[in-house]
Every structure is written in C-alpha cells, then in structure tokens.
C-alpha cells in the first residue's frame, strides 16, 4: 500500500522542507521504498539530497505542464531506497499557465498516480503559499503532515491553512487527513518553546505528534552538504527525532510492528 503525504504550511521558515528531506530519508533507511517530489520553486529539497536545481533541465514543472512521465525524471540520491523527482525555477509560472485548464487543481495528481504504486510512502515538499500548486499537492495526497515551529507567532496563519484544508476535502480530496501537527525548532531551555508546546497540544490534542523536532546544528549544516541529516550525522538529535518520527508514522498507518515501548530513540 502507497501513502501519499504532503508537508504544508504557508508559513516560511517552520521547517517544511527539513521535515520533507529528513522524514522520507528516515523511512528509506528502514527500507521502505520513498519518493520525494520537490513542489517548491525555490528547490530547496532537490538541492538539500545532492543536486543542483541550476543544471536540473527537466523536473516536475515538465511534468505538470509538458506531460512528461515522472519516471522518466527521477533521480537516485545518495539514501538507499529514496528517490527524487526534482523542482527548478520555471515552477514559478506554473499557476499562470495552468489557471485556465479543466481540473487544474488534479495535475499533480495525474503525475503522482503514475508512479505512487512504486512506493511505500510519497512526500510532496510545498512552498510557503496556499495557492494553486500547493491545492494541488493537497489534491494528490492522502494526508498532510503540518509543521508549526516552537516560536511566538506558531498559530498565526494556521486556521487558514486549515480552512484550505477543508475546502480541499469537500471539493477535490474526500481521502485527505491530517496526518498530524508536528512542532519543530523546539528548545528545551526556551519557555516560549515549552509554552508553544502547551499551547499546540492543547488546542489541537491528538492532532500533534508525540515526537518533536529539537533545534540541532547538524540539522541545519546537512544541507549545506547536499546531504540529508541521517546521511550526515546518523546519532545527532536532528536525525533520532525524525527516525522516531518516521516510526511514529508507521506505527499509526499499522506498517509496523515495532512495540510501543520500543517506538522512540532515546537520547
């Protein structure tokens, strides 16, 4: 069985992307087949396992609007088991060029139904926006994985994101579920963070994830590396939490049979 997640927030900076890169390399070590489909103009995932979105001359802008076949595409990067189809700038006129399209909202889902059936899980890295792409990796996906960083303005924004939500799963999505609320750039030291953390689980209770994401240096400098951050430091903090992550998932879509008592990495 294939899942298809994708990592959304039209808040910048929360960790979209570090939670895409991280989390789909952490399931590849586990051996479950990933793929990770980079929707962000910016190609801050393509970039972040190993490629350069300078030299990148087709990806999944031709895709969505020259109909090319993602498997055709598709890059191998340096994680066993975690495949990448990349983003470049040309995503940027996307939304222009398909505005006026019939079922505009369901190119990304074309795409992804032809090569989902090939993996385990499916992660679609969006850009800090709720516009047409991003309905439309919402349209493609079977959930949505919500990153909400350990800072003041942590719910700002959020009910709108939620509200779009919504609207996808009455209108385009009926499938689509929140996979969860994860909070990231969390600091133990901070009362704000442990505020936050307070104030995310109470508002929202089963909704968040058990694990949170701590701030890690190494977190931050695997991209720079062209590396994901298990490739880069394997017992850093930043890739125990996204392992227990990884783990946290597939305990909760039953695609394991690890023991609750084993479910987190202690560190």
Known sequence: MSKVITIANQKGGVGKTTTAINLAASLAVLDYKTLLIDADPQSNATSGVGFDPKVIKTSIYEC?????????????????????????IDLVGAEIEIINLPN??????????QIKDNYDFVFIDCSPSLGLITVNALTAADSVIIPVQCEYFALEGLGKLLNTIKIVQTRLNPKLEIEGILLTMYDSRLRLSNQVVEDVRMHFQELVFDTIIQRNIKLGEAPSFGETVIMHDAQSKGAINHLNLAREILQKNNMTKIEQKEKNINI
């Open 104 to 113: 505009r909202e369901k190119m990304m889902k074309k795409v992804v139904d």
């Open 64 to 88: 969505i609007i020259d109909d090319v076949e993602p498997k055709n595409i598709m890059l191998n990067t340096s994680t066993p088991n975690l495949d990448l189809i990349p983003a470049h």
